[in-house]
């Protein structure tokens, strides 16, 4: 007994030499607000051994970690504390959690009451940590509708509003929030969310912690409100019934915009910049005498009926006023065409002619210039059809070289430029060529001509549809004549199939000339048309294409079912680098199929897969054995390894979820056992010496075997074995199993 007291007392002792060591937290407000530098300290309680820390709630979700060093990232995150896990963790008041030493990047999460102190616990000795106070006992989630206006919610955004709770309907089991007898003018886009528990933490709109979803009331009168939220599909609408009709007031147009001009910052309830209505339907707003002391710019939109929900033009519409002095303005609005007229005149000077300037801008090949909007040599001309005309001739290209370019307003990328992406064209042969480009100021459309001297004029081109084997009989072959769409007299190209199966949504292009260099629709190698097959079954697929129209109106596709089919269990595998999978991104390897469980959840082990440290593993989930079906995620599934050693991994795939959520990955690190870490975490530490110790006296201890807790290499747990343990932590030096 006099050896195990002194093993006992050399075990204070060293318990003491980490007596002075520091804790702290990371995480949201009050614990730095995620600035490494800016950890709270923890207080070293009288055990010497547990760290406390009391905080006061400023929100009901805080986010946090321990560390024992702060300072930058690098130096927190070889430091920190962790969930360990590949999700965060939410604990609980009252329940010990396990923090795990090591930088997985996922963090703890617990919710109060603001205003309430809570007292944050870590043992690092034990790895046990606690979350102890008054915490408000939550039987129930509770849901609750925030937005605006606030002449319907009485406050606006207001998660707090305990007006705005919703209730739970025991018959259909939908939330429900119901406010009669609410007063609404024309043309408010009213906008809302759901929330959870009165935060952000957790919220609904159009989509989970999405946009916000939004109702555009077209007329005015009374209406009954229902706002209904579906909790086991996550949606979120609003029944809107009108049950009398408002009064009948004349729509109002106000402008809102910049102060230096409108006074107020874009409020659209000023109604000291309400327009005024002419006999000719056009709303009007002038401002004179206004003193610009210096170069400024102003922008503005038309508001109507005083709410945001409805307003023109899409982008704001933007001057600048050119020199110091003082203007009078004058807009103008016609509410069934939406055009906008602008003026402003400085006194003193003639009125400005208002002749709006368009500019060819783009690539130095063909335009002499490098993307310059301000070169007066490429200004189009325009025409008595209103039509504007760029031509220039005897081009020289001594190679195949690609053209690009669109057509800018007033010399200024801020004012306007058409197309939205650059117009393209690739000259196909070294030659000498003719151009010619046309602009309709109107409708926005451009032609472009390029002709060859020597040549015929070119063929008209040639649409063809490219995309998966399964439904164009090849794989995304832009050479397959039998995918080639026929031209309408309507200028639409379209192609049919009919007795098509179809399990899964599929995607496409268009295709010119049979040569993707030439042209593709949509643009972009990752950029195809999405097909949404809402059901399994049989389908006539009709595709159509125009190549005038606006960029998002040149494709429509069709599905029009005409019978059912058979349900097909569906294989799913994996499909990576050559370190995990055994082969080399090959979807057919049925080695790597994955297995199904019950609960419709498909699951991939493998154990021992060796990696050095920095080496990198990737993969994707495929269907069916083929890439062109379907694969997970959209890019590579991407995990590198931090240290040397053989990992346990484990993969699951749920068909069902979302794309952000129907993989998991977890990578586990084997540990080899070293001599001294009887708890087997990797490191020999004071908690290995009390794990020992409660091994020898009672036989158990979490994490210990027998092969790690023979410290002295005698083949048994004894006391011997705690010996040479404190031997080897005071000393650095393991005895002689000999002595």
């Keep these: 007994m006099k050896k195990l007291a002194f093993i006992f007392s050399l075990f204070v002792a060293l318990v003491g030499l980490n007596a002075n060591a520091a804790m702290y937290i990371v995480g949201d407000a009050p614990f730095g607000g995620w600035n490494p530098a800016n950890g709270v300290e923890m207080t070293l309680s009288n055990d010497g051994v547990t760290y406390t820390y009391d905080a006061t709630l400023t929100s009901p979700d805080v986010w946090f970690i321990f560390a024992e060093a702060i300072g930058d990232w690098n130096t927190v995150n070889a430091n920190r504390y962790d ?50 106070g008054y915490v408000e006992p939550i039987t129930e989630f509770t849901y609750t ?344 007299e309507d200028g639409v190209y379209t192609w049919t199939k009919e007795e098509v199966t179809l399990y899964d949504d599929f995607e496409f292009k268009v295709v010119g000339d049979h040569d993707y260099a030439i042209y593709e629709w949509p643009m972009g190698m990752d950029n195809n048309w999405h097909a949404n097959v809402e059901e399994e079954g049989i389908y006539t697929i009709e595709i159509t294409f125009n190549p005038e129209a606006e960029e998002a109106d040149r494709i429509t596709c069709t599905l029009t079912k005409t019978g059912d089919v058979e349900p097909i269990e569906h294989t799913y595998t994996v499909a990576g680098s050559e370190n995990l999978c055994g082969s080399f991104w090959n979807p057919a390897d049925e080695a790597n199929d994955m297995v199904k469980g019950e609960d419709g959840i498909y699951t991939w082990t493998k154990d021992g897969v060796a990696l050095e440290a920095e080496e990198v593993i990737e993969f994707k989930v495929v269907e069916d054995h083929s890439w062109d079906y379907a694969a997970w995620p959209s890019s590579n599934w991407y995990f590198k390894a931090e240290e040397a050693g053989n990992y346990n991994i484990v993969i699951t795939f749920d068909p069902t979820a979302d794309d952000m959520n129907k993989i998991t990955f977890t990578a586990t690190l084997v540990p080899d056992h070293m001599r001294g870490d009887v708890d087997n975490d990797g490191e020999i530490s004071i908690g290995d010496i009390t794990s020992l110790i409660d091994f020898v006296l009672n036989g158990y201890a979490p994490n210990v075997t027998e092969e790690s807790a023979d410290c002295d290499l005698d083949n048994a747990a004894s006391i011997g074995d705690i010996t040479a343990l404190i031997d080897f932590i005071l000393n650095g030096v393991w005895p002689d199993p000999a002595n």
């Design 83 to 132: 969930s360990g896990l590949t999700t965060d963790l939410t604990v609980t008041a009252g329940v010990e959690f396990t923090p795990v030493k090591g930088n997985t990047n996922k963090s703890f999460k617990f919710s109060g009451t603001v205003g309430n102190t809570y007292t944050f616990t870590f043992n690092p000795t034990t790895m046990k940590a606690k979350v102890d």
């Design 145 to 488: 509708v925030a937005g605006e206006p606030a002449s319907v919610f009485g406050t606006e955004w207001d998660t707090a509003n305990t007006d705005n709770d919703m209730t739970l309907d025991e018959t259909d089991g939908l939330y429900k929030l119901v406010k009669n007898g609410v007063v609404i003018a024309g043309g408010l886009n009213l906008q809302y969310k759901v929330v959870q528990n009165h935060g952000w933490g957790t919220n609904w709109g159009k989509t989970p912690n999405g946009d916000n979803q939004d109702y555009l009331f077209n007329e005015s009168g009374t209406y009954n409100l229902t706002f209904i939220f579906d909790l086991a599909n996550e949606t979120v609408s609003l029944d809107a019934v009108k049950v009398e009709d408002g009064p009948v007031v004349e729509d109002s147009y106000t402008v809102a915009g910049t102060t230096n001009l409108f006074g107020s910052y874009w409020e659209a309830t000023d109604e000291a910049n309400d327009m005024v209505l002419g006999e000719d339907g056009i709303y009007t707003w002038t401002k004179n005498n206004v003193v610009f002391e210096d170069v400024d710019t102003i922008e503005f939109k038309v508001v109507k009926n005083h709410s945001w929900g409805l307003s023109w033009p899409e982008n704001n519409w933007w001057y600048r006023v050119a020199e110091a002095g003082t203007y009078d303005f004058v807009i103008t609005f016609n509410p069934e065409t939406y055009e906008i007229t602008f003026n402003a005149t400085k006194q003193g000077e003639e009125p400005p002619v208002e002749e709006d300037t368009y500019t060819v801008a783009g690539t130095e090949n063909l335009f002499g210039s490098f993307w310059n909007p301000a070169d007066e040599a490429n200004d189009m001309v325009k025409g008595e059809d209103g039509i504007y005309t760029w031509t220039k001739n005897n081009v020289v290209f001594e190679a195949v070289d690609t053209i690009q370019f669109k057509v800018v307003k007033n010399h200024d990328w801020d004012v306007a430029s058409w197309p939205e992406n650059n117009w393209w064209y690739q000259v196909a042969s070294e030659g000498t060529y003719d151009f010619v480009i046309t602009f309709n100021p109107e409708t926005y459309e451009i032609t472009f001509n390029a002709t060859k001297q020597g040549e015929e004029p070119p063929v008209e081109m040639v649409y063809t549809v490219v995309g998966p084997t399964y439904i164009f009989g090849t794989n995304w072959d832009a050479t397959d004549t039998n995918n080639d769409m026929v031209k309408g």
